[in-house]
C-alpha cells in the first residue's frame, strides 16, 4: 500500500463533491439525472461582474498579487463588511483567498494544533471536521437536536467546552439544515463564549440567502468577541460565482497574518481577474440579489410541501435560509428493495440515484445518518419532476 502522510491517509473526499461528480459521471453515459446535490446556486454570474472580470483581463491584470488580495479588493470587503455585518475591519484584519474553504483551512490551520478540539454543531457542512482533523486539532461534535431546529443549544455548548477547546465553528444559514439564528440565539450563544479564549469562527457563506428577518451579526451583537472570533465569507453564493474561487476572512490582524504566511507559501494570492471581479461585486450594484433570494424562496415553500407528501420523508424544521433541506428518513432504514437495503441516508441517496435518477447527498458525512440533504438550487420545473421520480421510487421499497 502506498505510504501516505498520516493526516491526508484519513481523510475522505468530500461527500457533496463526491455525490455531484458521481451525477456528472452518469450524466456523461447518456442519463437524464436530475441532480439535487449540488452546493452551487444555478443562476449565471450577473453580467456587470462578468464584465470588470473582462476590462481587467484586457488591461493586463494578469500578475501575481500581493498574497492576501490586492488592496482595492481588502478595501471592498472592509466596505462590505461594515455595510452589510456593521462590523469594522482594517486591511491588515483581512485575507482574500481562493474560496472561504482556502480561508478556513489556512486560518484553521494558523491557529489549532496536536491536542487541542475544535466544537462543531452538527449536523454540519462536511468539510469543517476535515480542516481540523488536517490541522491535527480534533473535532468536538456537540449534536444540535431537531426539537432544537437544529440550533446549537447554549447548556450543550457549555458541556462541550474542556481546557483543550481553543475553538467553534458556527455556520448560520447552515448548510445542510438551513437554520437560521436570531439575535436571542446569537447573544445567549455569546454569552458562553465572551469570557473564554475560544476562537468564533462565524461562516456566513449563506447570509444574503435567508427568507426570515435580518439578523444581526454575532459580532455586533458582541463586540468583544471580536478580539478572539474570525469572519468568513465567500462571494460564491451570494454572487453566485462559485466557479470564480473567491472567499475572504477577517480577524485579529496576528491570526490573519499566519494564514497569510501559509498562503504565501502554499498557494499565493487568489486569481487576479477574479479579484477585479470580486471588487465589481462587493462595491457595484447589489440588485442582482433580490431576485436570486425571491427565486429560492419560492423553491423553498416548494420543496417543504414536496418532501412532506414523500412517506416516510419527514422534515423537521422549515429551512430559513440556504438553499438545502434536510429530512429525516429513518422510517425508512431497514426497507429493501431486491437485495439492496437501506440502513442510512447515504445508501437511501445511492438508491434514489440508481432508481429515480435523482441525485441527493446521504447524511452520514454531515454527521446526520438518518437524513439525506437535498439542494433547491434547481428550476421549479425539475424539482417537479425530480419529486415525482423520488416518490415513485420510494413507493417501491418494501418496509
Ligand atoms: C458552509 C459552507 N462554507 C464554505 C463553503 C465554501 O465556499 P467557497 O466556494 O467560497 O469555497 C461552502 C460551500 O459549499 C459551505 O457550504
Known amino acids: 500500500m502506498l505510504k501516505l502522510n498520516r ?3 484519513a481523510i475522505k473526499p468530500s461527500a457533496t463533491l463526491a455525490a455531484d461528480a458521481r451525477a456528472t459521471e452518469m450524466k456523461l453515459a447518456g442519463i437524464d439525472v436530475i441532480s439535487l446535490a449540488a452546493g452551487e446556486p444555478d443562476f449565471d454570474t450577473p453580467e456587470h461582474i462578468k464584465k470588470a472580470a473582462d476590462k481587467a483581463l484586457a488591461a493586463g491584470q494578469t500578475k501575481y498579487t500581493a498574497v492576501g488580495g490586492t488592496a482595492a479588493l481588502k478595501n471592498a470587503i472592509k466596505l462590505k463588511l461594515k455595510r452589510d455585518n456593521n462590523l469594522d475591519y482594517e486591511p491588515p484584519e483581512i485575507i482574500a483567498s481562493a474560496g472561504c474553504k ?3 483551512a489556512n486560518v484553521i490551520n494558523a491557529l489549532f494544533d496536536e491536542g487541542d478540539e475544535v466544537i462543531i454543531p452538527t449536523p454540519a457542512w462536511v468539510s469543517f471536521a476535515a480542516m481540523v482533523s488536517l490541522s491535527g486539532a480534533e473535532p468536538k461534535f456537540v449534536p444540535c437536536s431537531e ?3 437544529f440550533m446549537l443549544e447554549p447548556e450543550a455548548l457549555r458541556r462541550a467546552i474542556t481546557t483543550r477547546t481553543r475553538g467553534i465553528m458556527l455556520n448560520s444559514p447552515s448548510n445542510p439544515t438551513g437554520a437560521v439564528y436570531g439575535p436571542e440565539q446569537l447573544t445567549a450563544i455569546a454569552r458562553v463564549l465572551v469570557d473564554t479564549d475560544i476562537w468564533v469562527m462565524s461562516d456566513d457563506v449563506y447570509e444574503h440567502i ?4 435580518f439578523a444581526p451579526h ?3 451583537i458582541e463586540p468583544r468577541l471580536k478580539s478572539h472570533g474570525i469572519v468568513f465569507n465567500s462571494l460564491s453564493k451570494t454572487y453566485a460565482m462559485t466557479g470564480w474561487r473567491i472567499g475572504f476572512a477577517a480577524g485579529p490582524k496576528e491570526a490573519i497574518a499566519a494564514a497569510g504566511r501559509l498562503q504565501s507559501q502554499n ?3 487568489p486569481n487576479s481577474i477574479t479579484q477585479a471581479a470580486a471588487i465589481e461585486a462587493l462595491t457595484g450594484p447589489q440588485d442582482a440579489l433580490k431576485p436570486m433570494l425571491e427565486a429560492f424562496r419560492e423553491r423553498n415553500a416548494l420543496v417543504v410541501e414536496r418532501v412532506r407528501r414523500i412517506p416516510g420523508f419527514r422534515l423537521p424544521n422549515i429551512p430559513q435560509g440556504a438553499f438545502y433541506a434536510f429530512p429525516n428518513v429513518s422510517e425508512l432504514l431497514g426497507s429493501r428493495f431486491g437485495d439492496k437495503q437501506i440502513t442510512d441516508g447515504d445508501t437511501l441517496a445511492a438508491f434514489i440515484l440508481d ?3 435523482v441525485s441527493l447527498v446521504g447524511g452520514n458525512d454531515f454527521g446526520a445518518p438518518e437524513h439525506v440533504r437535498l439542494s433547491y438550487a434547481t428550476s421549479v420545473k425539475n424539482l417537479n419532476e425530480a419529486f415525482d421520480r423520488i416518490e415513485r421510487a420510494v413507493a417501491k421499497l418494501k418496509r
Open 147 to 149: 426539537e432544537s431546529g
Open 102 to 104: 482556502q480561508a478556513e
Open 218 to 220: 454575532l459580532f455586533h
Open 355 to 357: 432508481e429515480a435518477h
Open 7 to 9: 493526516r491526508i491517509a
Open 267 to 269: 498557494s499565493g494570492n
Open 210 to 213: 435567508a427568507y426570515g428577518e
